[in-house]
T-cell receptor, first 114, second 112 residues
Framework: DTEVTQTPKHLVMGMTNKKSLKCEQH?????MYWYKQKAKKPPELMFV???????INESVPSRFSPECPNSSLLNLHLHALQPEDSALYLC?????????????FGQGTRLTVV | DQQVKQNSPSLSVQEGRISILNCDYT??????FLWYKKYPAEGPTFLIS?????DKNEDGRFTVFLNKSAKHLSLHIVPSQPGDSAVYFC???????????FGTGTRLQVFP
């Protein structure tokens, strides 16, 4: 199993809504990532979890709140988002962070904030 | 500050010919490099990687070359096939960093 599964695939939410994006992997990977990708731009790193602990927060606004309940799951809680937050949100995992560890990506959640 | 750059936003190649995608980086702490292929509305798919102790890595039709002194790497696809048409990202990581940093991407189109 080399899959990273993200749900939902598509999400439309209002600016006052609270929603969550979910990511799951069963490869025994100990590093998990959230990336955001806008059209025609490279994926931009948001958060890194290493061994279920948040190791990097790339100055992401607090309306995005990550959570890693266990080594297989990664959530991204969304609250009071803005239309400019509309993007493709990608989850990834790798065996370890840093050297020599390929990251496997999920298919992404296409988020639209209205 | 874009630490990983792909200066060609697009590339068009005839089927059967070689595609060469280039990538430059600025951070000398990077020592592991990866290439990803991405279709619209999908997550990136890992293609091939190379560590800084090597200057070449080959996997089927894909070969990555690394020139550390020039801080430059390239991906060669030969022969190119129409199914290779996608956006290609190079990415870089390193010891003492938890980050995987992506380049700006190159859209490859392979025409018959």
């Amino acid at each position: 199993d080399t899959e990273v599964t993200q749900t939902p695939k598509h999400l439309v939410m209002g600016m006052t809504n609270k929603k969550s994006l979910k990511c799951e992997q069963h490869m025994g990977h100990r590093a998990m990532y959230w990336y955001k990708q806008k059209a025609k731009k490279p994926p931009e790193l948001m958060f890194v979890y290493s061994y279920e602990k948040l190791s990097i927060n790339e100055s992401v606004p607090s309306r995005f709140s990550p959570e890693c309940p266990n080594s297989s799951l990664l959530n991204l809680h969304l609250h009071a988002l803005q239309p400019e937050d509309s993007a493709l949100y990608l989850c990834a995992s790798s065996l370890e962070t840093g050297f020599g560890s390929e990251a496997f990506f999920g298919q992404g959640t296409r988020l639209t904030v209205v | 500050d874009q630490q990983v750059k792909q200066n060609s936003p697009s590339l068009s190649v005839q089927e059967g010919r070689i595609s060469i995608l280039n990538c430059d980086y600025t951070n000398s702490m990077f020592d592991y490099f990866l290439w990803y292929k991405k279709y619209p509305a999908e997550g990136p798919t890992f293609l091939i990687s190379i560590s800084s102790i090597k200057d070449k890595n080959e996997d089927g039709r894909f070969t990555v070359f690394l020139n550390k002194s020039a801080k430059h790497l390239s991906l060669h696809i030969v022969p190119s096939q129409p199914g290779d048409s996608a956006v290609y990202f190079c990415a870089a990581s390193g010891i003492n960093t938890d980050k995987l940093i992506f380049g700006t991407g190159t859209r490859l189109q392979v025409f018959p």
